[in-house]
């Protein structure tokens, strides 16, 4: 009886050490949201319910059986109520999104880092991240259904993501601030037009 109480005891632990932590799931609940609402072009109302979901996938993981497992399925469900079609569409076509964990050696890793600079954020942090403690994806299964959010009115290309990449060549300093110029004139009215859609909203740089 002793030695079955202690092998209890040891398998909790054990499931207990490989479980993500709070703080560890809302950080990188916050990194994966904030590149979904980048390459999606997520509004301020579906960058909220996408980063409650993604924390909910990551505190639901107990080891290597969970990562697609029911919450996996219960993730994507979930998404696909929060997102326009094209977006959930180009939601499943990125791997880093649509399969963002992986079990090896012993620990969590996150595709999104082979793609982004950690640390590098390009919103500010949703309101949820300060109070959303995780438990939306135990109530019933159209929890996101029933819940009014604003979305894109129409497509809107993913913007490139910029991978690392070597330092540039020498270049001709003036020819370079015309060049500069003229794209910042472009750039500009290109984000008052884009923005008029309803898509992605206000960022940090």
């Known amino acids: 009886m002793k030695k079955m109480m202690i092998l209890a005891m040891m398998m909790v632990m054990t499931i207990s050490a490989n479980a ?4 560890a799931a809302k950080h990188e609940a916050l990194f994966l949201s904030d590149k979904m609402a980048y390459e999606l072009n997520l509004t301020a109302a579906q960058y909220e319910a996408v980063y409650e979901i993604n924390l909910d996938y990551l505190m639901s993981l107990n080891g290597h059986s969970d990562v697609f497992g029911i919450w996996w399925d219960r993730r994507n469900a979930d998404l696909r109520f929060v997102l326009n079609s094209w977006q959930f569409d180009k939601y499943m076509s990125l791997a880093h999104f649509y399969r963002p964990v992986a079990w090896k050696a012993g620990g969590w890793t996150f595709a999104v880092y082979s793609h982004y600079n950690r640390g590098h954020f390009y919103n500010a942090h949703p309101k949820v991240f300060v109070t959303y403690r995780g438990g939306n994806n135990h109530k019933h299964d159209r ?21 690392k990449a070597p330092a540039p060549a020498p270049h001709n300093e003036k020819r ?15 984000m008052n037009t884009n923005r008029g859609n309803g898509g992605h909203f206000s960022g940090r740089r």
């Open 143 to 163: 929890f996101y259904a029933e819940r009014h959010m604003s979305k894109p009115a129409v497509h809107h290309p993913a913007p490139a993501v910029h991978h």
């Open 20 to 23: 993500m932590s709070y703080n």
């Open 176 to 190: 370079d601030m015309a060049h500069n110029d003229r794209r910042g004139s472009d750039r500009h009215m290109a």
